[in-house]
């Protein structure tokens, strides 16, 4: 649990601003209006990087740290801009994505790397992200930001720590435009740009429309998972879902460009690709704790907590949130400081309305302190209880008085879980891994599906990692993955 990804770019943005100017794309040539220099680009880059890899660490597997890279840079030396210094990163999150910073630092999540299968998709995963960079969409569309709100800007400097409104929105601004995609023009221009990187490397391009296909599928279970569910569908990686579908005309269009560059015999690499992710952890790492039947067991920190069943339990880098299906009452569990005085952090930490009531007390046998009131009217109910030396916040909050006195013995019940992990639950603590199977005559997904510790919607994963979404069944003597 560590500070929210980007907190200073906003910073890095202020400090990196330049007078307006013109500069030259390197992919065409033609002139852009970019605050930003190369050089300010490169530093720029290099000081999100360590944002970066504080908040997700990279993945512990100097192996497939250096496979990635060695595809990266053979990509990337094809590029519009090998002069670069070209950084790629597997990072350790269980989320489906990729994403790019300027000044050459790629990443990618072992989380969409589970869901790959062949290193053609992969390039074209690197291969899409280093045609953000080649054509500079972030620096672009941060200078264009930038200039349409330049009063913010300037107004957001006066404010000490860059913790006024202003800054805020800057700050989210400029995380979204770099890990949450450019609009569909810069998005097809980094498909064809990618795809002009993989054939020059020898992948078939081909490759960049198969991976979208694959994460389209994602999508496709997502949204149908959330119907069932009562609820919005999470977002998805930004190279595919809000800008085309694999059947898109002009996304077959700009891919169908790079057959110029004609490949004899293009490079799948399946089999290779398979075994570095053998052993590939699945979904939550012991690192920031295991979700199992809405119970988050940290067995690194070791404690537990239980939230309530049915409530959607979301385990985020910096926090664990769990929402009623309702939506208008949610449990949230945080660190806090690392001392001994739970009283003295929620009484000067809480912004609570007039009123509330504080109080010191012990939680499951360990010192605590708890509040209650209200904030802006929405009735709050928080714990700071101390445990090996470090406070854990965890607050339940409601939308209104009727959901409050509706969920207010699960909000109370949730929060007082917490408790020292048992030894058996530190047995149920372990993550779910990739293993690699050979099919024999007869194998199914469904019969597959009935062993798989996956349980709900284990046949639906299984086909979406091995690319059978939504009926497909393998051939005999085929390898696929599997979940242990």
Known sequence: MTS??????????????????????????????VLISEQQ??????????????EYAALDNPALQAYVNGIGQKLAKQSHRPDLQWRFTVVDSPDVNAFALPGGYIYITRGL?????????????????????????????????????????????????LDSQAATGMMQSVAQAWTAGY?????????????????????DP???????????????????????????????????????????????????EANQYSVANPRDGRADYLQKIDGLVLGDSPAQGIIRDNQLLHDKLGFAIQFPPGWRVSNQADRVLAKNPKGDALVELQQGPKNDQPLSTLQSGLKLDAGARFDS????????????????????VVASVVFNGTQYLIAGMAANKPAYDRERATLRGAINS???????????????????????????????AKTSPLKQQAE????????LYPAGEPKPGQRLKIVQ
């Open 460 to 467: 639906a994963q299984l086909r979406l990692l091995n690319d």
């Open 4 to 33: 929210p990804p980007f907190r200073r770019l906003a910073v890095i943005v202020l400090g990196a601003l330049s007078l307006t100017h013109c500069a030259s794309n390197p992919v065409s040539g033609g002139k852009d209006f």
């Open 361 to 380: 007390g012990q939680l499951s046998g360990y010192p605590a302190a708890f509040a209650a009131g209200t904030q802006q009217g929405k009735p709050v």
């Open 113 to 161: 790397m589970a869901y790959l299968n062949s290193e053609a998709e992969l390039a074209g995963v690197l291969g899409h992200e280093i045609g953000h960079v080649t054509a500079r969409h972030g620096v672009r569309q941060q200078s264009a930001s930038t200039a349409a709100g330049l009063g913010v800007v300037l107004g957001s400097i006066l404010v000490p720590g």
């Open 418 to 448: 917490f408790h020292a992990i048992t030894p058996a639950e530190r047995r149920g603590a372990q993550p779910y891994v990739l293993k690699l199977v050979t099919t024999k005559a007869g194998t199914t997904l469904a019969s597959l």
């Open 206 to 256: 081909q490759a960049m429309i198969a991976v979208i296909g694959v994460l389209k599928n994602q999508e496709l279970f997502a949204a149908e998972q959330a119907r069932r569910e009562g609820r919005e569908p999470r977002s998805t990686y930004h190279g595919t879902f809000d800008s085309h579908p694999s059947n898109d005309a002009r996304l077959k269009q700009v891919v169908g």
């Open 41 to 54: 680009e490169i530093q720029m880059g290099a000081q999100a990087h360590e944002d970066v890899l504080r």
């Open 183 to 203: 609009g569909r023009d810069h998005e097809l221009e980094s498909d064809r740009l990618g795809a002009q990187y993989l054939a020059k490397s020898g992948y």
